[in-house]
């Protein structure tokens, strides 16, 4: 049996696919609820969709948040990140997403703002994903 695939999502796609139901960043969510991936992610991270799911205009529940947040705490795998310097970024907000996937050693970062981050085969959006991680939709 194949390891599943090490990924990162961007809060983009996170924010993306808990509202639309059948985008393809909704599709990722539903195969990170069905354990399809590993979704790594640091202390950075979660403050960071904590933060943003709470915002009004997404009109998302506490609660569920906190059970969404929690179910990646318990399946997900903790990076913890020491900040780089290279290469320069246009938003260091970024930064920690990337640091995450090369620290972390991730198959993909997923992302909906591939223009704000580095090239790599890796760094891809989430159309791409549903075609280059198998498992994701099997």
């Known amino acids: ?4 695939k090490r990924v990162l999502l961007d809060t983009n796609v996170i924010v993306s696919g ?4 059948s985008s393809p960043p909704a599709i990722l969510i539903d195969n990170l609820l069905m354990l399809k991936f590993v979704l790594l992610y640091s202390t950075e991270t979660i403050e960071e969709y904590r933060d943003v799911l709470h915002r009004k205009k997404f009109g998302f ?4 948040i906190s059970t969404f947040l929690e179910f990646i705490r318990i399946y997900g ?7 780089s310097k290279y290469p320069k970024f246009k938003d260091e907000f970024d930064r920690k997403f990337y ?3 090369i620290q972390g050693e991730a198959d993909f970062l ?3 703002n ?3 981050l580095p090239k790599n085969k890796g760094i891809i959006t989430p159309k ?3 075609s280059k991680i198998r498992p994701l939709t099997e």
């Open 1 to 4: 049996m194949r390891a599943r």
């Open 18 to 21: 808990l509202l639309s139901k």
């Open 61 to 64: 529940d506490s609660d569920d």
């Open 77 to 83: 795998e903790e990076v913890v990140i020491i900040p």
């Open 99 to 101: 640091d995450i996937y």
């Open 110 to 112: 997923i992302t909906g």
């Open 114 to 116: 591939i223009k704000h």
């Open 128 to 130: 791409q994903a549903l």
